[in-house]
């Protein structure tokens, strides 16, 4: 597979992953825009870190986007050794699995094997970076197809060329039955059914999306193509009004379609500034354990979370970080008021840690709930931990986004101050799913359908939006027609569904299986190019 990361330094991530005993300490690395966790040595972590920033820096000057402005909100990255570690974060990890983005109410942020190629994890970070450019509204082949024709970046010291291919997705080119263009143009990857040959849908995406990107004259023909779907049309017919070619003609010639050229950067790429801190031994046990917390358990095993928890909590008394899991467990999955108890010494100590108040926020949010007679008081108490939240980080989404719910219930909902909420919550967000529903959802109520309308289209083209995508749909079908949203149970059920993790791609076939019959010939899968093409730098 096309290294993506590795070709920066040799070893780079085998070092991550081989670092000795006394690189078993949890570090962070805080930069510009990311923030990744690891328990490899300092040096290594810090080449990571960079070349992400420069893949990000290479992004942004690629689609003539600011290059200095800060972001929302930087992602943080957790770099784990193998299955094991990713399956402390996420209890239901598929089988082909070797990272994962996880876009979920309490965080969002990646975590990816420490030593393997990070070609996933880039792909999964064009999607965060395309919610956040505003660029996501695109058709479900071609935001998949863009991610995997970035993904395969090799960043070099002083250079960094776009364009290479992924041999598991070329493998698929080879030995598998294509997915016909007719279903990739008009379908997301959730769409197409087991005996579709829905294994070829990225590998065709990307070929299709490389094969357009790859000469000035069908550049201009995909955004043509781009136009006229967003315009209403169809996309099937769209690709051949925009081409001037059938789908069968097309389909011949991607078969022919050999050369892979590269396009190389070589900017003046700044030098991020990279803080390293080493974590408390809590960490040790618990970070990869505080983030399952935020992902979410499966009901059957909730209990024993709990259990482990407060088992590994007890070697770190009074540490700051084992009481913020210990008091997260119990309030979601052991015994709630154990769980605020905790969180109010944790506040005695710290009373400005951002994450307890929010958690305090939520148990008053869930009493109120249960508690129909006494809500008014328990959601005011709740609003006040969100307060001081605000006052410590007011760009915080998740602080936001539990404000903007708070108010859902109220008389005169929603007024200006709710909508401005609900706008910063997004601004800070625009990754977050039940964001834009409850946005969306908002901005209908109040009658602003045509900023409904804009705001829903990306979730509802999202191509792994599942049960979200289909709400934004539905969503958008009454705001065009000026009816109200739907009913806040169904927005909160799409919202969370949405945020399980997807399901694993499928592994590559065994090496040796013969190729189907209708294949493409063996001579018309791509192969990469004697060396780049000339060195073109954007505009």
Known sequence: MMAGFRALFAGLLLALALAGPAAAEWRRAESDRFIVYSQ?????????????????????????????????RKLPIYLVSGRAGLAQINSRLGDNVAGQYFPVGEDIFAAAFS?????????????????????????????????????????????????????????WLFNASWLPLDKLLSKRPGEVGRNENRETYYPVAWLLTHYMMSDETR??????????VEAGGDPVQAMERAT?????????????????????????????????????????????????????VAEDQRAATAALIRRL???????????LQLGHA??????????????????????????????????FSKLAEERPDESIPLLARGRGYLARAFAVDERNYYTLWLLARTRQTARGYPNANDLTTWDLAYQAAPQLSGIRLGYASAMMQAGEFDGA?????????SPHGGSAATAAQTLLERARAGQP?????????????????????????????????????????PQPSPAPEPVARPT
């Open 40 to 72: 490899g040595s300092e040096s290594v972590l810090r080449r990571y870190v960079r070349a992400l920033e420069i893949y990000d820096y290479t992004l942004r000057r690629r689609m003539n986007l600011p290059i200095g402005e800060a972001p929302s």
């Open 115 to 171: 030593d393997s190629d990070q070609d996933y994890l880039l792909h999964e970070y064009f999607h965060h970076f395309s919610f956040e450019a505003g660029a996501a509204n695109l058709p479900g082949w071609l935001v998949e197809g863009l991610a995997e024709y970035f993904m395969t970046a090799k960043v070099k010291e002083d250079s960094v060329d776009i364009g290479g291919f992924n041999e598991n997705r070329v493998y």
């Open 219 to 228: 550049r201009a023909q995909l955004s043509a193509y781009i136009r006229d």
């Open 244 to 296: 001037g070619m059938s789908l069968a003609d097309l389909r011949r010639a991607l078969q022919r379609y050999r050369r892979i050229t590269l396009t190389r950067y070589t900017l003046d790429f700044p030098e991020p500034q990279i803080t390293v801190t080493t974590l408390p031994r809590s960490a040790d046990d618990l970070l990869l354990l505080g983030q399952r917390l935020k992902v979410g």
């Open 313 to 323: 909590a007890a070697r770190h008394p009074d540490d700051p970080f084992a009481m």
């Open 330 to 363: 119990e309030l979601h999955f052991g015994d709630p008021d154990a769980g605020e108890a905790v969180l109010t010494r944790l506040l005695e100590r710290e009373p400005e840690n951002v994450e307890a108040l929010q958690l305090m926020a939520t148990r």
């Open 453 to 461: 309308i804009a705001l829903l289209g990306p979730l509802a083209n």
């Open 485 to 525: 949203p739907l009913g806040d149970d169904e927005l909160e059920a799409a919202a969370e569904e949405s945020a399980l993790p997807a399901e694993p791609e499928p592994a590559p076939a065994p090496q040796d299986a013969p190729p189907p019959e209708d294949a493409p010939p063996e001579d018309s899968a």
